[in-house]
């Protein structure tokens, strides 16, 4: 079973950059693609993006001016960075193997001064 | 972007009883690569289904998955008390991946 858990800064201020890191155990992490995936309080999920171990990666277009997806494989881990980031960015992130079949815990996210 | 809609939005249902929840798609799901969550508050979601109908690993035989195009069901024969919860459907066919606004299973 794919362990993953995501780390970063619990609250970054408007117009600045988040940061978030997952890192992977218990798989290979050049086996699938990987994935972040956001959920505003109380609400639902979106996907972020995600990134093969190719290096290629695919982003939703609501947030691709905004977001790069990155990954180092000699660390197994993979980073999520989101420019100019607004009040509307406070979610629970999470990072997920492939389209969701293994998640992180996720980590809540406050976009606030 | 593949627009997907789940119903109904609740589902009050009590232990034993079958609950039949929906998820359609405003275009055809590539290769039926639909899937099916549940989640539960505080929790990460968790995998069901994929590929519209292959239950996860370790998922109860009582969940089921069906449909294919743009029309699909997930299917909970008896419900236990652990299954109340939301539950969501997404497309990974074609991108963007989209999710559904989710089905709340609640006790009646």
């Known amino acids: 079973q794919v362990h993953l858990q995501e780390s970063g800064p619990g609250l970054v201020k408007p117009s600045e950059t988040l940061s978030l890191t997952c890192t992977v155990s218990g798989g290979s992490i050049t086996s699938s693609y990987w994935s972040w995936i956001r959920q505003p309080p109380g609400k639902g999920l979106e996907c972020i993006g995600y990134i093969y171990h190719s290096g290629i990666t695919n982003y939703n277009p609501s947030l691709k001016s905004r977001v790069t997806v990155s990954l180092d494989t000699s660390k197994k881990q993979f980073s999520l960075r989101l420019t100019s980031v607004t009040a509307a960015d406070t979610a629970v992130y999470y990072c997920?193997?492939?389209?969701?079949?293994?998640w992180g815990q996720g980590t809540l996210v406050t976009v606030s001064s | 972007e593949i627009v997907l809609t789940q119903s109904p939005g609740t589902l009050s249902l009590s232990p034993g009883e079958r609950a039949t929840l929906s998820c359609r798609a405003t275009e055809s799901v590539t290769n039926d690569y639909l899937a099916w969550y549940q989640q539960k508050p505080g929790q990460a979601p968790r995998l069901l289904i994929y590929a519209a109908s292959s239950r996860a690993t370790g998922i109860p035989v009582r969940f089921s998955g069906s449909g294919s195009g743009t029309d699909f069901t997930l299917t909970i024969s008896r419900l236990e008390p652990e299954d109340f919860a939301v539950y969501y459907c997404q497309q990974y066919g074609s991108p963007p991946q989209t999710f559904g606004q989710g089905t709340k299973v609640e006790i009646k």
């Open positions: 997920a193997r492939d389209f969701g079949r293994d």
